[in-house]
């Protein structure tokens, strides 16, 4: 399966950001939970992610385990919900090509709206968040 983007950049046009996707996993036996981001117009080989994981076969999150886990519904997964995961139990997975990126936009917990960051900024959150996360070559 690969997630594409359908057209949404209209909404993002005037940010001057980098807009990403981001999509919540969870893998085969529903124990470990993985938000995956990434630049909103590329593509996302679930079967590619599930090798360079190595966690078996991976499936979306449901809806009651967004809420458990993140705070949030559907729509509006974004890292910003981690400060939700005070058992930091969610890994979060970057493409490495966000580092590059000066600016980075995510939905702040609805996804009627973007909240731009600085990307140090962003990596100081991170690091306050306590959850691990790393960067990976994503596509």
């Not at 590329?42 to 385990?65: C, D, H, I, P, Y």
Request: hydrophobic residues 40%; proline residues 2%; contains cysteine.
């Amino acid at each position: 399966m690969v997630f594409e983007h359908f057209g949404l950049k209209k909404y993002w046009k005037d940010l001057d950001a980098t807009h990403c996707k981001n999509l919540f996993f969870r893998n085969h036996k529903g124990n470990k939970h993985y938000l995956v981001v990434f630049e909103h117009e590329q593509n996302l080989s679930v079967k590619t992610l599930e090798q360079m994981l190595k966690q078996g076969k991976l499936s979306f999150a449901s809806e009651w385990r967004m809420e458990k886990y993140l705070g949030v519904k559907p729509g509006s997964v974004s890292p910003l919900a981690l400060v939700n995961d005070s058992e930091n139990h969610v890994k979060i997975f970057f493409d490495k090509n966000l580092q590059n990126a000066e600016k980075i936009s995510f939905h702040p917990g609805i996804n009627t709206a973007s909240l731009v960051i600085n990307f140090k900024d962003f990596i100081r959150f991170m690091d306050f968040t306590g959850n691990e996360y790393e960067f990976l070559d994503l596509y």
